[in-house]
């Protein structure tokens, strides 16, 4: 099976950096939609960043600026390197894969808190 395995997060403080990993195992294709969603206490899952197999990026506008989202074809990873980080961004970083006519798979999550 396919599974999609987050590290990185953290506790760091308002101003500091963290970069997550997303390891993609189980397939020897590498050429889905991924990215990262979070969600904070009390919200709804929001869209951070994705990127296609192509490289091209989007990102939500709160993160701007801030945040780089990349992919590595040999490891099989994607990366988010939050910079600047603010306390709005604390919050379960989930990595997801896009299934063609098939939905989301998601991972198992990260925590990354931000203190001010």
């Known amino acids: 099976q396919v599974q999609l395995v987050e590290s990185g997060g953290g506790l760091v403080q308002a101003g500091g950096s963290l970069r997550l990993s997303c390891l993609q195992s189980?397939?020897?294709?590498?050429?889905?939609?991924m990215g990262w969603y979070r969600q904070a206490p009390g919200k709804q899952r929001e869209l951070v960043a994705g990127?296609?197999?192509?490289?091209?990026?989007n990102y939500a506008d709160s993160v701007k600026g801030r945040f780089t989202i990349s992919r590595d074809s040999a490891k099989k990873t994607i990366y988010l390197q939050m910079n600047n980080l603010k306390p709005e961004d604390t919050g379960v970083y989930y990595c997801y894969r896009e299934i063609v006519r098939s939905g989301t798979q998601w991972g198992q999550g990260t925590q990354v808190t931000v203190s001010s």
């Open positions: 990127i296609t197999s192509g490289g091209s990026a």
């Open positions: 189980g397939s020897i294709f590498f050429l889905n939609t």
